[in-house]
């Protein structure tokens, strides 16, 4: 029992946990050792057949930020609808802070916050009087849900916005309110589906430094599913990529670019290039791959970007190519996604909207 204002006492669900209502947690000491999200051959197949995820085994650590990328329809949806107790695994197991998904779902509920990407606010309501809503749904009322709202408020650098109709919020204070509200109960994990997507680059980063705030006073772990290869590199201390319903890379950002053949990359485009010219840049020195993208443009990787971009160029003048555009630049994500999937991140993006929207082909992600 927690006694609360006006002198009568409330039976808190959350206490049951020592500190979970202190905003700040007091950090654990052996954290850093502890593996907060666990699946072991974890797997969804769907009526039908349909093997959405395939056996997945990956462990969290506490504090981590996590990336989970994958093609659309590679399973990373349904892999975090699994951790969230929103879908149950056909095999295998996945724990939260140590509990079970399937046997222990109300505990694990209790420890994880969760921001979708389509983010539902009620537009009549204030930033502030969302917060302090948010925090009677878990038993923290009166004098306290007013001070934890404005707590998480001056977390997420809405206080001179908290007293305005959310309607008025420009897209990223929404993701950012959206965010706090997903911090009221003090959760241990937090899972975040594209938390940037349709964000301008001026909110992007925002909520980036937001999230580097969160990080750094609070003792959270996140899991982010992003389409942003540099959202990932900024942000993430692992990822995982997953491709068919399985797991084909996970590692630091670093290691993951070390891992790809090829230390730099040249995007050049040409005018005139004769139909075998992929061939002749696959031929040069130090070159692992050559991408055509189209419209004259190439994507190339190489162990050795100066020697490479010293052929490419005498080539070109032997060939009478035009070189409208080079640079060169170290590997990125993108070529990792690339090496281990196969295909492009933001050719997939397309292939989604083009989906999803066919009547607007121009609209771009």
Partial sequence: MTHVDGGSDLNYSLQAEPGIDELDRIPDPDGANRMVIAARSLTRTFKGGIEAVRGIDLTVEAGEVFGFLGPNGAGKTTTVRMFCTLLPPTDGT??????????????????IGVALQEIGLDPVQTGRELLELQCGLYGITGKRAKARAQQLLELVGLTDAADRFTKTYS????????????????????????????????????????????????????????????EADRLCDRIAIVDHGKLVALDTPPALKASVPGSNVIEAQFDNAPPDWEERLKKLSGVTSVQ????????????????????LVESAVQAGVKIRSLSVQNTTLDDVFVHYTGRQLRDELQKAYAFVMPQRPGLQP
């Fill in 94 to 111: 996945a724990t939260i802070a140590g509990y079970d998904v399937v046997r222990d779902a109300a505990q694990v509920r209790r420890r």
């Fill in 171 to 230: 897209g990223g204070m929404k993701r950012r309110l959206d965010l706090a509200s997903a911090l009221v109960h003090q959760p241990e994990v937090l899972f975040l589906d594209e938390p940037t997507t349709g964000l301008d680059p001026v909110s992007r980063v925002a909520v980036w430094e937001m999230l580097g705030n969160i990080k750094a006073k609070r003792q959270l772990t996140i899991l982010i599913t992003t389409h942003y290869m540099d």
């Fill in 292 to 311: 055509h993208e189209g419209a004259g443009m190439y994507r190339i990787l190489t162990g050795d970007g100066s020697r490479t971009t010293t052929q």
